[in-house]
């Protein structure tokens, strides 16, 4: 019989990977600060094409990540040897490097924070360790015979299954010690429809924080099947869409986008501030600008991270800040920007808990976790009932937009025209491409059938793919359709 | 605390694990191991912001059990960690249905040419501030701007092995180093270089550059929507290059994805256009003596004067289509090393001249499709970018969005320039070598609003 690790051993191979967190933190007495990360992830992966299981992976790894500041200089050192040789190998590296910035390098201080003491576990019924890689073949299995269901021509089927659960330990030099749990699980999916010679692509992604009941409810198998019929009737039925200045009603999955690209990123502190110039980009948004008009009094667009079994829940960040919704617009009006201690610190505030790390190989930076529009009253149905002629987007592919987070496009995928408050015909790839400010003061109407839609968000060098959702409900926009 | 662990401990345990794995009546194996060191030191405002460094070692494991595709890594290599592990691929491949593609992996023994390594690499993490504060100062040479980028340089002892008998043995270096610089709130510019050797960084030179760009670009205008010519240089088109690359996998063109399916012997592109597959170039950043099964890398023509030749194959995806692997596994997919297109004879000054109505586009990012099937696209210009008309520059613009597809890239290609840039980027994640090049009649749109 092949010797299986009780959770005993498992326990017992955590508490001696702690304490070289114990023998680090005793290297770095002479620093300002330093804050230590241990991470342990497990996860299994399943990648099908055209309904052909081409490989099933799986993996069990820690590693630890340590930033510190000393003479003001911010140095980070990431390992996953656990020996003190190696540990001791690489720390006097990064002191050496750290020792020869001199003057070229920049005095970070962070803002003070409380100090915090947590442990937390996001519950699972169905824990994904505990489910067999069979039944998670299954599962995909049954998302593409769905799919196969919608009688389309479908040229290209591509799942990608992956979950991961990460324990984490985190603790700083103030006193701050936070120990959690996350599983997670991802499904991404892409497909083409061909008819007429023509084809129609579409991908997306749905992921959760939690067990692997939460991504069932998601109920994926019909969403594809759905999507494919409606992709096979574009082709055949869609009309040229129609251009010029219209009413536009976007679903939520577009709102989503919209408020992740053109709010959360702009307002990102470390790209106002510089940081990510060469990578991601700036912003231009100014610190002055908070308070400023940017939008229709309508508008409100909030972070939070604490949505529980949303894809970006966390309730620590990774600088051991307590993580809390944020009101990046309120009321039209920018109201706050997202901050990690060093931001926070140069602009005279205190950090709102948006650092994070992908792995223990990466240093946190500010990050998106859950970004939304807030709902109102109106229903859905209204806004398309009060319309008289305009469009109805439901979902995109192509989209981009500047590194300034200005200029953006929108590509309509499924979307149908409106005629006398009824949806009536498909068009064909409706494209909005407007400036951050003309589109956040075009929104006319907000439902209120809020959606969070799960993202992996890259930014860092090394990229860093994070877990956010992005959403909100349908919006009604008066703007430019080209 | 753990047993010490060193590159002669990792290819110890690697032949472990195979001997071990061997026992279980499996059919294919492959092996990847190594212990990585890496180094990246950040600058942002003229300031460095982080100092970062890494170690890090590994087992991959590639196992296929009467056609069931079992994958992971290790990371822990406790001696009951490997056996779980090993159990673990037995369990886990009890579950999975066959898979039907899979055709085996290459048998070796095979030779191999060895590529060489930057040994003085490691001490240039020390010299990372010099090397920066030069850059920095030759951006600031003609007026103040502000820059920001990284320095980074990496060493990998790596060690391949197969049940097939291939086994390798290799060190890589890579050096990359990126800036950007910005004059006003509208204008800057931006340089990369990426390489295997630190020689070949003239990090002062990249900085000059980025700075005059940066300078140039000052004050920008907006333009009408239409139909231009384009200059791209090296940088944008670094990105849209390495997406007709991946395109050119047999398995992405297997899946039904790729804008190059059906079209092995085709014209794809003008003239003009040739891309090469070069995996044993000596200073470039994605070179290799082998491919993920062991096999020899090779020199390739993927698009030779505008016809497609071939796509990239392994082992598994060459039988699938009765030829041989080019040396380009990727176990499930097949992927290029260094992209290279092949240089032209003139200068940039040359094609400002022949363009009547155009654009020169410096950097680009966000290249999104609308169909891979089609390659329909749109990518963001970045940084500097110059309006031509009646072959002279006339002012920088800002806001534009190019519309195109990777097929009409490549077809409307008219002029390709001399120098080539080895390119690596936050954009690009492998390597590519390229010129500019002078694109005909690409749309150009802009926001309303």
Request: glycine fraction near 6%.
């Amino acid at each position: 019989m092949p010797k299986i690790q009780t959770k005993t051993e498992k326990e017992a191979d955590w508490e001696e990977k702690k304490s070289i967190v114990d023998y680090i933190s005793s290297k770095l007495k002479k620093a300002d600060y330093y804050e230590i990360r241990l991470v342990e992830s497990k996860g299994d992966s399943i990648l099908m094409n055209n309904g052909n299981i081409e490989a099933v992976g799986f993996g069990d790894g820690s590693g630890i990540g340590v930033r510190y500041i000393l003479n003001g200089c911010v140095g980070f050192f990431s390992t996953n040897f656990f020996s003190k040789e190696k540990v001791d190998e690489t720390i006097e590296r990064s002191l050496k490097i750290n020792s020869k910035i001199g003057e070229l390098g920049k005095k970070t201080k962070f803002s003070k924070e409380k100090i915090e003491k947590a442990d937390y576990t996001v519950k699972e019924k169905k824990r994904i360790d505990g489910i067999d890689i069979k039944e998670k073949i299954e599962y995909i299995k049954g998302i593409d015979s769905s799919l196969l269901e919608s009688q389309t021509k479908l040229i290209s089927r591509m799942i990608y299954y992956s979950d991961e659960k990460t324990k984490k330990m985190y603790l700083n030099s103030e006193g701050s010690r936070i120990e959690s749990e996350i599983p997670r699980i991802d499904i991404y999916y892409r497909f083409a429809v061909s008819e007429n010679g023509s084809t129609l692509q579409r991908y997306w992604q749905n992921a959760v924080s939690g067990g692997f009941e939460k991504i069932e409810e998601k109920h994926i198998d019909e969403k594809i099947k759905k999507e494919a019929i409606a992709l096979k009737r574009n082709i055949i039925e869609g009309v040229q869409s129609p251009k010029g200045m219209l009413e536009v009603i976007v679903s939520p999955e577009i709102t989503g986008i919209m408020a992740h690209e053109s709010v959360g990123h702009p307002y990102e502190a470390d790209r106002i501030l510089g940081r990510e110039s060469a990578q991601a980009g700036e912003s231009f948004v100014e610190p002055t600008m908070l308070g400023s008009r940017i939008g229709n009094t309508i508008v409100n667009v909030v972070d939070d991270p604490t949505v529980e079994f949303s894809y970006g829940f966390y309730l620590y960040d990774d600088e051991g800040v307590k993580a809390r919704r944020k009101y990046l617009i309120k009321n039209g009006i920018i109201n706050e920007f997202l901050h990690n201690r060093e931001t926070a610190y140069e602009l005279n505030t205190h950090s709102n808990g948006s650092a994070r790390a992908v792995s223990s190989h990466v240093e946190p930076i500010i990050r998106m976790s859950n970004t939304f529009v807030l709902p109102m009253d109106y229903k859905e149905e209204e806004l398309i009932q009060e319309t008289k002629f305009g469009i109805y987007i439901k979902n995109f592919t192509e989209w981009n937009i500047d590194d300034k987070r200005l200029n953006q496009k929108y590509k309509g995928n499924e979307a149908y025209l409106i005629e006398n408050g009824e949806i009536t015909k498909p068009i064909r790839q409706p494209s909005i491409e407007i400036t951050t400010p003309a589109l956040w003061s075009s929104v006319i109407e907000i439902a209120d059938n809020l959606e969070l839609h799960a993202a992996t968000c890259g930014k860092g060098e090394p990229m860093q793919g994070i877990p956010v959702t992005m959403g909100g409900p349908s919006m009604k926009l008066k703007i430019r359709i080209n | 605390m753990m047993k010490d662990i060193d590159f002669q401990y990792v290819i110890h345990l690697t032949e472990k694990v195979m001997k071990q794995i061997k026992q279980k009546n499996v059919d294919d194996v492959v092996l990847h191991s190594g212990i990585e060191r890496n180094h990246q030191t950040k600058f942002a405002n003229n300031k460095i912001v982080k100092t970062d460094v890494s170690s890090g070692y590994y087992i991959s494991i590639f196992c296929s059990i009467n056609k069931r595709i079992v994958e992971t890594t290790i990371k822990d290599l406790k001696e009951e960690n490997i056996e779980k592990t090993i159990n673990d691929i037995i369990r886990y491949s009890q579950h999975l249905p066959e898979n039907k593609n899979f055709e085996g992996i290459a048998n070796g023994p095979f030779r191999y040419k060895k590529l060489k390594y930057d040994k003085k690499l490691i001490d240039a993490e020390e010299k990372a501030g010099e090397i920066i504060e030069e850059s920095i100062n030759s951006a600031c040479e003609k007026k103040e701007t502000r820059n920001s980028g990284v320095f980074e340089t990496s060493l990998s002892e790596n060690y391949l092995l197969t049940s097939n008998n291939a086994e390798a043995e290799s060190i890589d270096t890579n050096v990359y180093f990126s800036i950007r610089s910005i004059y006003e709130k509208d204008s800057s510019g931006h340089k990369v270089y990426g390489a295997r050797f630190l020689k070949g960084l003239d990090a002062e030179e990249l900085g000059r550059k980025a700075g005059e760009f940066a300078i140039d670009s000052k004050d920008p205008r907006e333009i009408e929507n239409g139909e231009y010519d384009i200059i791209m240089e090296p940088l944008p088109l670094a990105i849209i290059i390495e997406s007709i690359g991946h395109a050119s996998s047999a398995f992405e063109v297997e899946t039904g994805e790729s804008f190059l399916r059906g079209k092995l012997g085709k014209r794809v592109g003008s003239e003009e256009f040739t891309l090469i597959d070069d995996p044993m170039l000596e200073d470039a950043y994605d070179s290799s003596e082998c491919d993920a099964e062991g096999v020899p890398t090779k020199t390739k023509e993927i698009i030779s004067k505008g016809v497609l030749k071939t796509y990239l194959h392994n082992t598994s995806t060459a039988k699938r289509w009765n030829t041989v692997t080019t040396g380009n596994a990727g176990l499930i997919s097949p992927h290029p090393w260094n992209l290279v297109v092949k240089k032209g004879k003139y200068k940039t000054e040359k094609m400002i001249k022949e363009i009547k109505r155009g654009i020169w586009v410096t950097n680009a990012w966000y290249m999104r499709f609308h169909n891979t099937l089609t390659g329909e696209f749109s990518i963001i210009p970045r940084d500097a970018a110059f309006y031509i008309e009646d072959g002279e520059i006339k002012y920088s613009v800002k806001n534009i969005r190019i519309n195109s597809t990777l097929e009409e890239i490549m077809k409307n290609t008219a002029m390709v320039g001399k120098d080539q840039e080895k390119i690596h980027s936050w954009e690009v994640e492998g390597s590519v070598i390229t010129p500019s090049v002078l694109l005909k009649n690409i749309k150009i749109t802009r926001p309303v609003g």
